[in-house]
């Protein structure tokens, strides 16, 4: 049988659900939660907490928040007190109060009936296996506006005064609510608006050099030594931070990279790894707006594409680009075009998302025009310009 190649070492450490043991970039967050919830480990039972967690898809709302739970119940076992950490993605319960909160009674009695209780049955319920354990349990709400959308403001408030009709009884529960957009709060009513806005921590943006140092350390996990080179993952990082910092879609992206990569029977994920990769999540540039370009255009970015055939180089030199530009002018016996114009092409290729551009001022030469292809496989785009320029030719 024929010997395949394998670039990765345990591609589990790319899976959605996994959580590293450290997270880059993120550790004031997690500092941060930790303190709202110090009391639970000094002082169990004399208060209950309410943490909002807001941020943008692939900022880090589900890894923080798993990561403190699983390092806050190690803590609170070593000092003897029995915490729970109980994690809900609301939209898989469809926002059903109900389904959410059977969920987390199940976690303590797996066969309890999932039938014949009321949502405020099940509340009281949970706090009374809490209290025949003397257990805490920190209940963390992902995908919150989930919840707000189909229950309102009454499923909310429940969740918040549980405690009050407890009077004189430890504080078992605490909640932790993740959400995008800290606007949804604002669907609420005002008291029950006023039992969450207290504690609320907003997890920015991922920069690209933060978005490099997150994708380092999973390849460090993730693949074989020098299985994934420096340029490919600038190129991912530069596509995620044009998807809004999303170190989420990076993850999967350096992920399918490595698929195509052994798909191919390589020993590397080359940038054409990831170029490949992106075109099967994101739409790539349809051969329409390909044919719309005029002749010189398509020249040109057949110059581009060939440059990057080999899937090594992530980013060329305006210059290179000439050059090669220059060859495939002379294999159609046609007369080039200027810099100038070469220039205006450039900017209009850019403009249609096709290729990118940046200013480099490293090097001898001072500042230089940088380009690479950031969605479109090179021999897909070689292939689709040459056969559209051999039409015109005939």
């Known amino acids: 049988m024929p010997q395949y190649l394998n670039v990765f070492r345990d591609e589990s450490k790319l899976d959605i659900n996994y959580v590293p043991q450290r997270l880059p970039h993120r550790d004031r967050e997690l500092r941060l939660l930790t303190e709202f919830f110090d009391f639970m480990l000094q002082f169990p039972g004399k208060m209950s907490q ?39 993605n609301c939209r898989e319960y469809h926002g059903s109060f109900f389904l959410i909160l059977q969920h987390a009674v199940a976690v ?44 309102g403001s009454d499923a909310v408030y429940q969740l918040t005064r549980s405690q009050e009709a407890r009077q004189n009884k430890p504080q078992r529960l605490s909640l932790i609510c993740i959400l995008r957009d800290i606007s949804v709060i604002d669907q609420l009513d005002a008291s029950t608006r006023s039992t969450l806005q207290s504690n609320i921590i907003d997890l920015a943006e991922y920069s690209k050099r933060q978005l490099i140092d997150i994708l380092n350390e999973r390849v460090v996990t993730a693949f074989k030594p020098l299985a994934v080179l420096e340029e490919t993952v600038d ?18 992206l350096l992920w399918r990279a490595g698929k195509y990569a052994n798909a191919e029977n390589s020993d590397s994920v080359t940038a054409e790894s990831v170029r ?27 110059g581009v594409a060939r440059l990057f055939k ?3 180089k992530a980013r060329v030199s305006l210059a290179e680009a ?9 294999e159609l016996n046609t007369k080039p075009h200027s810099h100038t114009q070469l220039w205006k092409y450039l900017q209009n290729l850019s403009g ?3 290729v990118k551009t940046e200013v480099s ?7 230089s025009t940088l380009v690479y292809l950031p969605r479109i496989p090179a021999n897909d785009l070689e292939r689709e310009l040459w056969a559209l320029l051999q039409e015109k030719e005939a």
Not at 119 to 142: G, S, V
Not at 237 to 244: R, T
Not at 361 to 367: A, Y
């Open 50 to 88: 309410r943490v909002l967690v807001v941020g943008e898809v692939g900022t880090g709302k589900t890894a923080l928040s798993q990561r403190f739970g699983t390092d806050m119940v190690r803590e609170a076992a070593n000092l003897g007190t029995n915490l729970r950490y109980i994690h809900v």
């Open 235 to 252: 190129v991912i990082a530069e596509l995620a931070h044009s998807e809004n910092g999303s170190a989420r879609f990076g993850i999967e």
């Open 322 to 330: 000439e050059q090669v530009y220059l060859i495939a002018c002379e």
């Open 361 to 367: 001022t490293t090097g001898p030469k001072g500042r």
């Open 276 to 302: 490949k990769a992106v075109s099967s999540i994101v739409p790539a540039a349809k051969k329409s707006d390909l044919a719309y370009l005029s002749m010189h255009e398509k020249l040109f970015l057949l």
């Open 352 to 354: 249609m998302g096709i």
């Open 108 to 151: 303590f009695h797996p066969n309890f009936p999932k039938r014949g209780y009321s949502a405020e049955e099940l509340i009281r319920i949970l706090m009374q296996i809490l209290d025949d354990e003397n257990a805490y349990a920190i209940l963390t709400l992902d995908e919150f506006d989930s919840l707000i959308s189909r229950e």
């Open 310 to 312: 080999d899937g090594h």
